[in-house]
Structures are given as C-alpha cells and as structure tokens.
Nanobody, 119 residues
Framework: QVQLVESGGGLVQPGGSLRLSCAAS????????MGWYRQSPGKQRELVAT???????NYADSVKGRFTISKDNAKNTVYLQMNSLKPEDTAVYFC?????????????WGQGTQVTVSS
C-alpha cells in the first residue's frame, strides 16, 4: 500500500494561484495513475486531473487550461499547479493513487487539503 500526504492548500483570491503537493510513502514509478480529486459540501467527489505512469494526463473540462498535473518520480511527489482560480474551485482536494496489479486494482487516498478561493 501507499500513504499519501497532501500539502499546499490555503486561502487565495480569485485569479490567484496555488500549487498542491502529494508526497507518497513509496516509489510512484510503477503506479498506474496518480490523480487529484476534489469535493465540496453537498457535492460529489469529482475528478480534477490524472497522470499516468508514462506521463500522459487528463483533466476535467472545468479546469482545462488552468490546472496542470505533474509528477517527480525521484521525489515520489505529484503536483497540481492551479492558476486563474475561481470561487467554484473551493473544495477539499484529495490525492489518489490507482494501482493495477494484474487483474486487481487498488485505490489509496490522502487526507485532503482545503483550498478556498474568496475575496
């Protein structure tokens, strides 16, 4: 299994930027996909961005062009650069590791970090 710890959340004004970090307890080199999800009170948890082991990524339509996911295998860390933040980006952001081991699949989650976009 893998433990994930998010950091970098906080309060930012609309139009501002934040960079979230997700530090993993083990190598992420062989992890099928890492991702960021977010959840606001009364809303479903939604996918924000994912990055595959080979480096390919995908994004929710609501964040395309504003957010960038990246990873540093040597540091066992995944990042989410968030630019042009909007109030609707306010949520708890969770880091996810999706492992594929043959026919089995596993998901691990961090504790979450709060992002608040407000003036």
């Amino acid at each position: 299994q893998v433990q994930l710890v998010e950091s970098g959340g906080g309060l930012v004004q609309p139009g501002g930027s934040l960079r979230l970090s997700c530090a993993a307890s083990r190598s992420i080199f062989s992890i099928y996909a890492m991702g960021w999800y977010r959840q606001s009170p009364g809303k479903q948890r939604e996918l924000v961005a994912t990055i595959r082991s080979g480096g390919s990524s995908n994004y929710a339509d609501s964040v395309k062009g504003r957010f960038t996911i990246s990873k540093d295998n040597a540091k066992n860390t995944v990042y989410l650069q968030m630019n042009s933040l909007k109030p609707e980006d306010t949520a708890v952001y969770f880091c996810n590791a999706h492992l594929v081991l043959g026919p089995a699949e596993y998901d691990y989650w961090g504790q979450g970090t709060q992002v608040t976009v407000s003036s």
